[in-house]
């Protein structure tokens, strides 16, 4: 199977439209009480999709200190929470300019699963494997809104974008997102 048929072929948990960058946030923000030390997410999406947008939101959902920004030059940051505070610290990598195997086995995501969340943009046919609970995000830009030829510079502030929620390992119930992230919506 290719890439794409393994994803595919993995179960659907939700589907949402955002049609604006601070709804993206507010969806990754809604996902935090869903997960819990030891979850590994992937993210999906082409350059400039909202892969980072979507972290702050989490970021912010779980609570953590400093802003999450892009990870590119430094491949991974931890976000730790208040001490004896009883949150769970963000690790955010970006794999972009990593290999499968020795290159990300070298950050010991291992580890930091023991008592964080990890976020790995690009992670798709790198990061499988190492949590038995991963969950698969892919953020996509319907085709239809960029004309042809267009680049990352081209993007317009506030297109919309549709995250696909897929169940890469283990067991996941995200049956209340749509509701939770309705909820932040209405309130912003
Ligand atoms: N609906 C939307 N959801 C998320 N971001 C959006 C949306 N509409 C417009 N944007 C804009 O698109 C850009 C997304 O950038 P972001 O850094 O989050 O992408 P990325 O997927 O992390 O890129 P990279 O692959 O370079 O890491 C931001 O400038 C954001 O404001
Ligand atoms: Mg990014």
Do not use: N
Request: proline share 7%.
């Amino acid at each position: 199977m290719t890439d794409l048929e393994t994803t595919a072929a993995l179960p659907v948990l939700a589907t949402l439209e955002t049609k604006t960058a601070a709804e993206t946030r507010l969806l990754g923000q809604a996902l935090a009480p869903f997960l819990k030390a030891g979850d590994l997410l992937i993210l999906e999406g082409e350059l400039g999709a909202g892969k980072t947008t979507f972290t702050q939101g989490l970021g912010a959902g779980l609570q953590v200190q400093q802003r999450v920004t892009s990870p590119t030059f430094i491949i991974a940051r931890t976000h730790p929470v208040a001490p004896g505070s009883g949150l769970v610290p963000l690790v955010h990598v970006d794999a972009y300019r990593l290999q499968a195997g020795d290159d990300i086995e070298s950050l010991d995501l291992d580890s930091a699963l023991e008592d964080s969340i990890v976020v790995v943009e690009w992670g798709k046919g790198k990061a499988e494997g190492i949590s038995p609970h991963t969950l698969m995000v892919e953020i996509a830009r319907p085709e239809t809104t960029l004309p042809p030829g267009s680049d990352f510079a081209d993007i317009p502030e506030d297109t919309p974008c549709v995250l696909t929620f897929r169940a890469s390992a283990g067991a996941w119930d995200l049956s209340g997102l749509p509701a939770a992230w309705e909820a932040l919506v209405r309130q912003a």
